[in-house]
């Protein structure tokens, strides 16, 4: 395990404040990235539940700013970090399609989305690795 994923546990486990799944991808690295946690909480305010309309998950869009924060913009990592996503989510990035296959499965909701965090920190951290980024 990882400090980032810890940290990610550690914060999906928080009742108030509630974290987002955007937040809780971010919060992480933001120490390491020059941001206080509080900048890293308003970023990712308006991202989660899917930007707040079901549209693309929060987990996604919290590692795509986060990999932004360190300067990794590479068109290239994005679409490797989607399609490492997709391969983990029956091919889905959206909050509503990934939630309606969860819910068909008879699946509860957060488990669903802490998932989807922890897949997201282990992906963003081992990119960052991989360019130098963290140690």
Known sequence: MSKYLDKAKEIRAI???????????????????????ETAMRMGANFGSGMRIASVCGSFTGGLMTLGLFGVDDPKVVVDFANRIKEKHEGYLDCKDLLRINHEKGLPKKPHCDEMVYDSVAIVEEILRERGKIS
Do not use: K, L, M
């Open 15 to 37: 009742t108030e404040p509630h974290y987002n799944c955007a937040q809780s991808v971010i919060v992480p690295f933001a120490e390491e990235a020059g941001i206080d946690e």
